[in-house]
């Protein structure tokens, strides 16, 4: 059993935990940090999980790509997020690299890399707080609690995060659609394209919006990535596509 952390989140945490401002006066304001403060809280965060699972054969740090495949589907993907990584953040990658395995895939995010490496390679165990991947079938840990996702729930929840988007990402659903509306409309209609398809065109929106959206919120897997020209195949649903409970 290996362990599939989600490192952008760990590092970016300690990172920008280590940073101070130095206020100069005169409108000069420096921000500066220690490498040793911020990999020492890396280090502390990655022994927290190894001791919360105590046996285990590996810990494998996943980190996104500087590029992002999703920008081509929707150029304003995550567009909000061009905030400069925090201080020491690519040399603390970089030190992690010499003492663990790490693993970042050309063009694609953390996520979609832990989805792809865990789909492939079964009886591993992702350790992340972000919900995206509850798409993925296998035992999940968030932090807080471990939860096992059966193919079926991992499927549901890409369909409801179709409808529902995330603000934070930068995709937007249906207007007007949360979560919890997401999820009675599926129960009353059923888990299918159909669904999705009827609810965005219930809104003026085009099927080609849902596909978008859909595309935006899929965590791929092994089966939606091409292994040999290493790039991803985007989700392609037919029309009578639904998930069997």
């Not at 201080?87 to 063009?107: D, F, G, H, Q």
């Not at 490496?117 to 932090?143: C, E, R």
Request: hydrophobic share 35%.
């Amino acid at each position: 059993m290996k362990l599939l952390i989600d490192c952008d989140f760990v590092v970016y945490k300690c990172c920008a935990a280590a940073e101070t401002e130095i206020d100069f006066g005169d409108d000069v304001i420096v921000v500066t940090s220690t490498f040793k403060d911020a990999y020492s809280c890396v280090k502390r965060e990655l022994n927290r999980i190894a001791n919360k699972f105590g046996s285990f054969d590996e810990m494998i740090l996943f980190f996104s790509d500087s590029k992002n495949f999703r920008k081509d589907i929707q150029k304003d993907y995550k567009g909000h997020r061009n905030r400069k990584k925090p201080c020491a953040y690519r040399r603390v990658i970089n030190k992690l690299s010499e003492e663990y395995s790490v693993i970042r895939m050309p063009t694609l995010e953390a996520d979609d890399a832990m989805g792809i490496y865990a789909t492939k390679n079964t009886g591993n165990i992702i350790v992340s707080p972000d919900k995206d991947m509850k798409q993925i079938p296998g035992m999940l840990w968030n932090f807080e609690e471990s939860t096992l996702i059966k193919p079926e729930e991992g499927a549901k929840w890409h369909l409801i995060q179709s409808l529902a988007g995330d603000n934070t990402d930068g995709y937007a659903g249906v207007p007007g659609i949360g979560v919890k509306r997401a999820v009675a409309l599926f129960e009353e209609k059923g888990y299918s394209w159909k669904t999705v398809v009827e609810a965005f065109k219930e809104k003026g929106l085009s099927e080609d919006v849902a596909l978008t959206n859909a595309r935006l919120a899929r965590i791929l897997t092994t089966e939606d990535y091409d292994h040999e020209k290493r790039e991803p195949i985007l989700w392609n649903p037919s029309a009578d596509y639904k998930v069997n409970s």
